[in-house]
């Protein structure tokens, strides 16, 4: 079973850049879509980014120019690059693979640990 493991969050200050890093346990090409979503206390996750095994990638509205989402095959790692943070970017961010969206929500059988980022303002 493919293991998923969130790392690089923290607390930034608004205008600063993280970089969020998910590494898998086995190989990441076994997923038609990784991606980052994004959750705040008492409400659901949200999609801030995808990438498909195409390339193709999905971005929040919010998100769209700031963030940017990449894979790295050899290394089994997705990356978030999020730059000119903003406090509305505060939340508990999870990567996962092959997340589907049905009954108001994402669901994933890959969800990984999640890591925090909190933007102060």
């Known amino acids: 079973q493919v293991q998923l493991v969130e790392s690089g969050g923290g607390l930034v200050q608004a205008g600063g850049s993280l970089r969020l890093s998910c590494e898998a346990s086995?190989?990441?090409?076994?997923?038609?879509?990784l991606g980052w979503y994004r959750q705040v206390s008492g409400k659901q996750r949200d999609l801030v980014a995808n990438?498909?095994?195409?390339?193709?990638?999905d971005y929040a509205d919010s998100v769209k120019v700031r963030f940017t989402i990449s894979r790295d095959d050899v290394k089994n790692t997705v990356y978030l690059q999020m730059n000119d943070l903003k406090p509305e970017d505060t939340g508990v961010y999870y990567c996962?693979?092959?997340?589907?969206?049905?009954?108001?929500?994402?669901?994933?059988?890959?969800w990984g640990q999640g890591t925090q980022v909190t933007v102060s303002s």
């Open positions: 086995g190989s990441i090409s076994s997923f038609n879509v």
């Open positions: 996962a693979g092959d997340a589907e969206w049905y009954s108001g929500t994402y669901h994933s059988d890959y």
């Open positions: 990438i498909r095994y195409t390339d193709d990638t």
